[in-house]
């Protein structure tokens, strides 16, 4: 194989070791765009796992079979163009039930190294671990499959687990949080993203350069500038320039915008007045509850306390919230499935504030302009608020807007409970926020 510098770059930095023989870094991320070479980097670290580090199991997952399947034939053709390691490896194995590739055992030992190709869509990772675990199209990866794994890892030796994707998509939280965590230098992670800044212009050759590794040796502008042609802005600005967020510069609060507003240190102290807001898609399937309140500065803090998937947990996690921080109360929309908790929340003697449509406009009204007049705070490292924020977009409702979504991906219930939150928090202390009435500001 012949790697580009970037590729070597990787591949050193990643293997690199503790005095006890320990990989230095547990956790391995490489976020770059398409077509710039990820796969040879993926093949290397497989290739080296079986015949150079000697790694038993290995594991690499696609979110989809016929990735893990188009993996498996270019290492099997990588490995038969090779005659020193053809002569290293057993057999090769292709079915519905086992996609590998064995080696002849060492000496000392019954069975041969062996790596195996799966796809996480079907479920067929669960349980299943290795030595090394690749988890290609990282983009795709759920928190399950992600909890699944982790455990499993913990009776192997020296295990390494590698993330690899283009940049996250909105609903991409496993990947979201290991791209703020490199960021911010963690622990026991090597990290290696190629993406431009968030705000570069989408036409500027110097921005295609910086993100792309690949730039004049297999990608050029002649490719780049069809591509820019032919996809929409935010398609083009997360596939080629890296930018998960910012293609969108329409979005009801930019990404730029909303990053200004973070602030890890923001808190409402203890004694502060705060509300609750929720929110459950109508599907049932997106479920998120936030908290609201002022923070030391005097502005409006939110913060999502928790999204899951289902709605079993909501109502007690609700409760507990609502009771442990002696909270005013819980905005919820009625006209969504959140409306079947009322009764509970009536027995409970909980304080709810039920919104009717022009007040969820009005509630989405009041982050929009606390955000824009710098009066919003948020925490910013929740991965699925900020992904909520990034897919957002305005959903005519009557003469006014609420949040909607860009496409069926996002999930924007983290955006719609912080909102309702808010809009609680300013109803129940007094300070109930106007009710937009049309479009124009």
Known sequence: ???????????????????????????????????????????????????????????HSAHEFKTAKEAYLRI???????????????????????????????????????????????GSGRGFSGDLNILDEAYELPDEALAALMPTMSARDNPQLWYTSSAPLPHSAVLRRVQERGRQGGRRLAYFEWSAPDDADLDDHEAWRLANPGYGIRIDDEFIE?????????????????IADVGRRD??????????????????????????GLAVS???TQVSLAVAGRNADGL????????????????????????GSDAMGIGLDPSTPAGGLM???????????????????????????????????HTGNQPALNAAVAGATKRNIGSSWGW??????????????????????????????????????
């Open 76 to 122: 099997k053709q990588l490995i038969e163009q090779t005659p020193e390691l053809n002569d290293l490896t057993k057999q090769f194995r292709f079915s519905n039930e086992d996609v590998s590739v064995e080696l002849h055992p060492k000496k000392g030992r019954s069975v041969g190294a062996r790596l195996k190709f799966v796809a996480r869509s079907k």
């Open 404 to 441: 909607g979504r860009v496409d069926t991906s996002v999930d924007i219930t983290p955006l719609e409970a912080i909102s309702n939150a808010a809009y609680a928090f300013m109803t129940l202390s007094g300070k109930q926020p106007k009710q937009r009435t049309g479009k124009v500001w």
């Open 251 to 276: 979005a009801p609060i930019g990404a730029v915008l909303w990053k200004d507003c973070g602030d890890v240190m923001s808190t409402v102290p203890d004694g502060n007045q705060v509300a609750l």
């Open 226 to 242: 069809s591509e820019r042609e032919a996809m929409t802005d935010g398609d083009f600005a997360r596939e080629r320039l890296g």
């Open 343 to 377: 009764p509970k929340f009536r027995e409970a003697e909980a304080v709810t504030v039920m919104m009717s449509a022009r007040e969820v406009c009005a509630a989405a009204g009041l982050v929009y302009d606390e955000t824009h007049a710098d009066r919003l705070r």
């Open 1 to 59: 194989m012949d790697l580009d510098e970037w590729q070597q770059h990787v591949l050193i930095q990643s293997l690199g070791r503790r005095k006890d023989s320990k990989w230095s870094s547990f956790e391995v991320a490489l976020l770059v765009p398409r077509q710039n070479g990820k796969g040879a980097v993926i093949e290397a670290r497989e290739l080296a796992g079986l015949f150079l580090i000697g790694e038993q199991t290995l594991l």
């Open 282 to 284: 109508l599907d049932r």
């Open 300 to 323: 409006l803090h939110v913060e999502l306390l928790e999204t899951r998937t289902g709605t079993d947990w909501l109502y007690d996690m609700a409760m507990s919230a609502y009771r």
